[in-house]
Nanobody
Framework: QVQLVESGGGLVQAGGSLRLSCIAS????????MGWYRQAPEKQRELVAR???????NYADSVKGRFTISRDNAKNTVYLQMNSLKPEDTAVYYC???????????WGQGTQVTVSS
């Protein structure tokens, strides 16, 4: 049973920083693509950043240069470092695991990030 547990969300002022963490269990972490998605009220869930098992990353245009995704395979953890936060970054952030062989996906419960102006 794959489980993803996010942490690190909270309330921060515009211009501030937060680091999200997601710990995975129940799978061989190193062979999966890990991603962060977000969903703001009344909006569709969108990709924020993703990192493959080989370390290739991609980012939404809206966060390039401000957010950094990384992974620690020894700790089964993926991180999202968010700097220069803006009010429009306010959303629930979800951790995603994508099995690269089967394309099956798993989701965490989400963590709220609120950026005040």
């Amino acid at each position: 049973q794959v489980q993803l547990v996010e942490s690190g969300g909270g309330l921060v002022q515009a211009g501030g920083s937060l680091r999200l963490s997601c710990i995975a269990s129940g799978t061989i972490f190193s062979i999966n693509t890990m991603g962060w998605y977000r969903q703001a009220p009344e909006k569709q869930r969108e990709l924020v950043a993703r990192i493959t098992s080989g370390g290739i990353t991609n980012y939404a245009d809206s966060v390039k240069g401000r957010f950094t995704i990384s992974r620690d395979n020894a700790k089964n953890t993926v991180y999202l470092q968010m700097n220069s936060l803006k009010p429009e970054d306010t959303a629930v952030y979800y951790c995603n695991l994508l099995r690269e062989l089967t394309r099956r996906e798993y989701w965490g419960q989400g963590t709220q990030v609120t950026v005040s102006s």
